[in-house]
């Protein structure tokens, strides 16, 4: 059974978990307290807080975390007033086990994220996560790669399996503004009597905040964001925006506007490391269809065999590489240095 949702649309923070790639793991246990109090003091009821990759991905292909995530949950679950706490869950990368370290450390949502034709190795983690007590989510990844269709058949099995809430997840930032209408509106035509539809956007072609309006307009009801934009590749919808946005629109989120332009300006904003724009590379992954969090690796790479980053994206794009393959970047630069020579 889909939650009850007291307002129009639910604003999900992502700042905490999508930032993670931006900020290369490094949150800290003070920067992970701030901005949980900020969120939860605006109003936001959802704050996602785990590595990037989720549950698991501290390793040496995903990147290894400065804290443990399971202390940053801890906190963040001490911090929060009336928001939950959710985590991320690849599988594959992340195992129930995690999970239930996580429900224990003060998760009360988790999200499970699979490749968009993939959703079949989700319903062991949902049907966990139900027994756990906790609310679910479904990411269907790299949602451009497939058909409305395709994409709506695999939110089915994300609902039957105990999905409360499948998401269209524009990893790659691509969805052009028609796409994503197509995908919102078969995703809500199949599941909307029964679940929730949510979508996770990124700025990688400008188009994130665009695309929440016209997810609301076809009936989406959870909306992702991070503060200052704070993802991977060009970044996240901007919740300080979305909030703006929805306000002027007349569509209640209960978000408080002002306290989150100041969460952003006040909280994240002194803490980053890199501020998420639409430069070259950023705009190539858009481009291309190239998963966001690919971003600081293809840069490491290039600048480990002195090939161009947008070279690699691109070949990235063209090999149809999606998440959990960040070790095939290794791969494509060596390649590429190989042609150059």
Known sequence: M???LPHAVRIVDTTLRDGSHAMAHRFTETQVRDTVRALDRAGVEVIEVTHGDGLGGSSFNYGFSLTDEMRLIAAAREEAKQAKIAVLLVPGIGTVDDLKRARDHGAGMVRVATHSTEADVSPQHFTAA???GMETAGFLMMAHRVSPEVLAKQARIMVEAGCQAPYCTDSAGALLMHEARARFEALVAEVGDE???GYHGHQNLSFGVANSVIAHEAGVRYIDGSLCALGAGAGNSPTEVLAAVFDRLGIDTGLDVAALLDAAEDIVRPYLTRW???DRNAVVQGWA???SSFLLHAEAAAERYKVPAPDILRRCGELGLVGGQEDMII??????AGERR
């Open 2 to 4: 889909r939650p009850a």
């Open 289 to 291: 269809g190239v998963y």
């Open 331 to 336: 791969d494509v630069a060596i390649e590429l």
């Open 276 to 278: 998420p724009k639409m």
């Open 195 to 197: 679940a929730w539809v």
């Open 130 to 132: 139900r027994d756990l």
